[in-house]
């Protein structure tokens, strides 16, 4: 079945430490997207990338990075840098270049808690 | 900067019966696309339902439907013979149509509703 996988589905990290979040998708979309969710507010971009070996910062990038080496695969890497690393984060992607009537297919999520 | 506004946190509904989600934006753009998440207890998003500002026709998918007011700048979610299963949080969401160097035509989400479907 095609989709979008998202591992681990929980990650603990303490304070200091870079960790990386995978986001795989077989569902051969162009564009892929990283979004953060924190309780009581709605989902905000993190980072997007339209092609392989280009991507683009959204509102909150500030303490984040990506890379898109493959057209399948958008890891997210949470640094120390990241002041409020704490939250549920969404990879989504959708097919062909970014335009408004994308639909975007979202994974399951990860969620990750500083100690 | 558009905004997104779903003033209601949280809503209940009786199985079977009816129930009407708000969500009003602010844009000062012509042409855009308003989208209604599904968030279930598993956390992922699943699309329910799209509309086309340019489409005077308000959208339907089975027992959901929406009152689009483009004047009013209002998208309202109608969910009829509500099930458990409809039981989730519910994000409203805008994205632009026009084309702009470098723009993502990103999502902007409301802050959600979370609808409780009572047996």
């Known amino acids: 079945d095609g989709g979008i996988t998202q591992s681990p589905k929980y990650l603990f990290r303490k304070e200091g430490q870079n960790v990386t979040l995978s986001c795989e998708q077989n569902l051969n979309h162009d564009a892929m997207y990283w979004y953060r969710q924190d309780p009581g507010q709605g989902l905000r971009l993190i980072y997007y990338s339209q092609i392989v070996n280009d991507f683009q910062k959204g509102d909150i990038a500030e303490g984040y990075s990506v890379s898109r080496e493959k057209k399948e695969s958008f890891p997210l890497t949470v640094t120390s840098a990241q002041k409020n690393p704490t939250a549920f984060y969404l990879c989504a992607s959708s097919i062909g270049r970014i335009s408004g009537a994308n639909v975007l297919t979202f994974g399951a999520g990860s969620r990750l808690t500083v100690l | 900067a558009q905004t997104v506004t779903q003033s209601q946190p949280e809503m209940s509904v009786q199985e079977a019966e009816t129930v009407t989600l708000s969500c009003t934006y602010d844009t000062s753009e012509s042409d855009y696309y308003l989208f209604w998440y599904k968030q279930p207890p598993s956390r992922q998003m699943i699309l329910v339902i799209r509309?086309?500002?340019?489409?005077?026709q308000n959208a339907t998918e089975n027992r959901f439907s929406v009152n689009f007011q483009k004047a009013a700048k209002s998208f309202s979610l109608k969910i009829s013979d509500s099930q458990l299963g409809d039981a989730a949080m519910y994000f409203c969401?805008?994205?632009?149509?026009?084309?702009?160097?470098?723009?993502?035509?990103?999502?902007?989400f409301g802050s959600g509703t979370q609808l409780t479907v009572l047996p």
């Open positions: 969401a805008y994205r632009s149509a026009e084309k702009s160097s470098g723009s993502a035509r990103q999502l902007t």
């Open positions: 509309q086309e500002a340019y489409k005077q």
